[in-house]
């Protein structure tokens, strides 16, 4: 047994060394002639080329768009970089993350955790990316005093974000991330103040108010309590979206420049704009989506405005995308609490769309990953771990780079 570990190795060791004499000598392929050895990593991203499939015959080219794997940065095209997604296995289907574009296996069962400072009517919640911490839009039931805004510390406790007050409407909000390819100052605030078709904006830091920033052209636009998200894609420019609880789809530069993309007549709730995967999201693949809660639909708009429903049986709080190594918070308004998940726990579903729902089934998350199949759309119940705390009423979640004590 130990003579054969030994021949083992030694010939490991010889594998190696004999590639690493091959880098450099002359040999020529599509890699260019001073690149060749099998442990070298021609895109970067970490993973060896022999790892790749470059010396498969053909080459492997997993997404069949030309350039092989080991050329390739994202090689599943499913928009999340080889590098992001690297060699393990987070759906433990067997293939590997870079190479595997759908999570094939079972959501993850959630233990959520409370975080344990209680806050006053929370409704809103999103990542703060310059101070690594998670804002909130509290106090409306108190006439939105002292504050509006509050950053959640690391301790849990509360610090305001900006002085604004005086909010008495329940205030969904959205913040500029360094993704935003319009460049957007990232932590700028956009939110709603109780009055029809109005858009305020708060500076990073919070000093700074425009109050209102944009008022819709029109009347009727209905009030940003339906949702606000700021473009990751790029297919909308980098623009605020809102959607309005009278059904209005708008999008609005950084300049403050509105155009109403599409208009409903019914109350929506929950937002984003979905990459443009379709071998990942199907028909929601670059659309801009959101929930009607009335009537238990998703609606998927395209930039022409065009829109179609969805009938998931899930009426919808909340759209959020799993982003990767982010952990999720949520605001659970029945108790006035943050709920966490460690960004280890939703991995499993990580580049997936998560729907909230208002209404929880006792002993359920009342949350649902939303995956395209390869033939149809499906929302499944994320379960409940039995260890973890309960959810009342979910408002908005988030994924956030923050953390707040228990959740790290
Ligand atoms: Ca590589
Ligand atoms: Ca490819
Ligand atoms: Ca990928
Ligand atoms: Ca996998």
Sequence with gaps: MRIWLGLALTAAVTGCNHHSALDGDGGIDSFGPSVDGAFDDFDGDGIPDVVEGRFDMPPRDTDGDGTPDAKDTDSDDDGLLDATEGTSDWDGDGVPNYIDPRNDGPPPTLTLVAISTAFNTPIGIDFHEPTHSLVLSVNYGTNGLPQNFDRILFDGSHAAFSTYSGLTDEVKIATARSNNPAGIPVGTLYTGNGID??????????????NPWVD????GNGLMRGSLYVDRTGIY???????TTTGEIWR?????????????????????????VPVRYGPLAGKIIAGAEEQGLLW???ATGASQTYTLGVTVEDIDLVTPAENFFGVNFGTSRLLGATAKNVEPMIGDILLTQEGV?????GLFRLQWTGTTLEAVA??????????????HVTFAGAGVGEIQ
Excluded: Y
């Design 197 to 210: 078709g109005q858009i305020v904006r708060i500076s990073p830091d919070g000093s700074m108010i425009d």
């Design 216 to 219: 819709l052209p029109g009347v």
């Design 237 to 243: 420019g980098g623009d605020l979206i809102v959607a």
């Design 252 to 276: 609005v530069t950084p300049a403050g420049v509105p155009t109403r993309v599409a208009a409903t007549g019914v109350h929506l709730e929950g937002l984003i704009v979905v990459p443009n």
């Design 300 to 302: 998927a708009f395209d």
């Design 361 to 365: 089934v006792p002993g359920t998350t």
């Design 382 to 395: 994320v379960p409940l771990d039995p260890a973890s705390a309960t959810v009342a009423q979910w408002e």
